[in-house]
């Protein structure tokens, strides 16, 4: 069993600044990428970015592009999520995601965190 757990969340102003973080936990597996979904209220999941485990290479949605970053440590399958600059729009539940090596698509998931950017 594996289990992803993100935390960072919280309320913060338009134009300030959010870190999440996202430790796997459990069964040992090898990451093809971990990955942020988020999903506001009322809308459908959305991807934010993820990052390719063998070579790091990123890739972000056009709409946090230039604001958000994803890193990883050396070592581990933990996965964060700068946010600066954050709208109002940003406000969702964000999801930390891993496809694992030898899966089809993303394959676990946590339960989320909650992210209230006010105006």
């Known amino acids: 069993q594996v289990s992803l757990v993100e935390s960072g969340g919280g309320l913060v102003q338009a134009g300030g600044s959010l870190r999440l973080s996202c430790s796997a936990s459990?069964?040992?597996?090898?990451?093809?990428?971990m990955g942020w979904f988020r999903q506001a209220p009322g809308k459908e999941r959305e991807f934010v970015a993820r990052?390719?485990?063998?070579?790091?290479?990123?890739y972000y949605a056009d709409v946090v592009k230039g604001r958000f970053t994803i890193s990883r440590p050396r070592a581990g399958n933990t996965v964060y999520l700068q946010m600066n600059s954050l709208k109002p729009e940003d406000t969702a539940v964000y999801y930390c995601?891993?496809?694992?090596?030898?899966?089809?698509?993303?394959?676990?998931w946590g339960k989320g965190t909650l992210v209230t950017v006010s105006s």
């Open positions: 995601a891993a496809h694992a090596v030898g899966a089809q698509t993303w394959n676990y």
């Open positions: 459990g069964r040992t597996f090898s990451s093809h990428a």
């Open positions: 990052m390719r485990w063998s070579n790091g290479e990123t």
